[in-house]
């Protein structure tokens, strides 16, 4: 339990570098001009300069149920971690209704979540302590599974928020849900946070590639289960980096971490991928 306060304080770190991340996140992609081009969709396009902001990112301080986080939650409220990463969203963004942001304790439960009744996204503090530890039970140092778990937690968040993202701006999303979160989150990362957000992906890779091999993958409740399997995850990661700079990220092909036969396709797969998201934020970006 003595490392339980180390964790706690780490997580403080997490957050702060979750919410810089994200602030970067709408300011540094957005396109100038405000226009519209031939690829738009038509609704955007026709739409794209004439949506309305009807709403914010709006911290909702919850307050912690289990006293191990307090220290955690009374430092975000005091550094104004939430505050300020919902002014740099809502500088960025147009949104049709509030979405709150949150970060709490949760009953226990290692979970993130974006929940379509509130429009909320909450990150819970038991997750960054599970992926310490997941990282920690791997073989990292202290300071190198406090470091993944920084990247990790940044990825997932931005997952969290690309569901969020889809239900206010009612984004047309042909496939799972779950892998276009994923996909926005790496479209995210990759696009617009440079190496960091490159290693934000790989961080989240590593700890779904731990997490298939700690057993009980293949119960019927995990192989329906909405979400992807963590190898397909992880290998959907990979895709990502290497597609998007195939010269750069070819080790990963070397390394035999990607195989080849999928690799030849993940160009592709990444343009498309970036070029869809590009397309669906753009209307909803503010000057
Ligand atoms: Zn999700």
Not at 53 to 78: A, L, P, W
Not at 189 to 198: A, P, Q, R, S, T
Not at 248 to 272: I, T
């Amino acid at each position: 339990m003595k490392t339980k306060k180390n964790n706690i304080l780490n997580s403080l770190i997490v957050i702060s570098v979750l919410f810089v991340v994200v602030g970067c996140v709408c300011n540094s992609g957005r396109e100038s001009g405000g226009d519209t081009n031939s690829a738009s969709t038509d609704e955007t396009s026709q739409s794209g300069s004439l949506k309305k902001d009807s709403g914010d990112f709006i911290v909702e301080h919850m307050g912690v149920k289990n006293q191990r986080y307090e220290s955690i939650d009374r430092s975000i409220r005091k550094n104004k971690t939430l505050e300020k990463a919902a002014d740099k969203l809502n500088r960025s963004l147009i949104l049709p209704h509030d979405i709150p942001l949150r970060a709490k304790d949760c009953d226990g439960v290692a979970n993130a979540f974006y929940m379509s009744r509130d429009k909320s996204i909450t990150m819970c503090y038991e997750l960054m302590e599970y992926f310490y530890r997941t990282f920690k039970r791997s073989g990292d140092s202290d300071e190198k599974a406090n470091d993944r778990m920084n990247k990790a937690v940044t990825f997932i968040f931005l997952h969290e928020l690309g569901h969020a993202l889809i239900d206010a701006y009612q984004l047309p999303i042909t496939a799972n849900e779950e892998d276009a979160a994923d996909r926005c989150s790496s479209y995210i990362c990759i696009e617009e946070l440079g190496d960091d957000g490159v290693k934000a992906v790989v961080a989240a890779a590593e700890f779904f590639a731990i997490q298939s091999k700690s057993g009980g993958q293949r119960s019927a409740k995990v192989m329906a289960d909405e979400h992807l399997l963590n190898e397909q995850r992880f290998f959907n990661s990979l895709c990502m980096i290497y597609g998007s700079d195939p010269q750069k990220y070819n080790g990963l092909v070397v390394n035999n971490l990607l195989p080849k036969a999928r690799a030849v396709r993940c160009p592709n797969e990444y343009q498309r991928t970036a070029s869809s998201w590009s397309k669906l934020l753009k209307p909803w970006r503010k000057d």
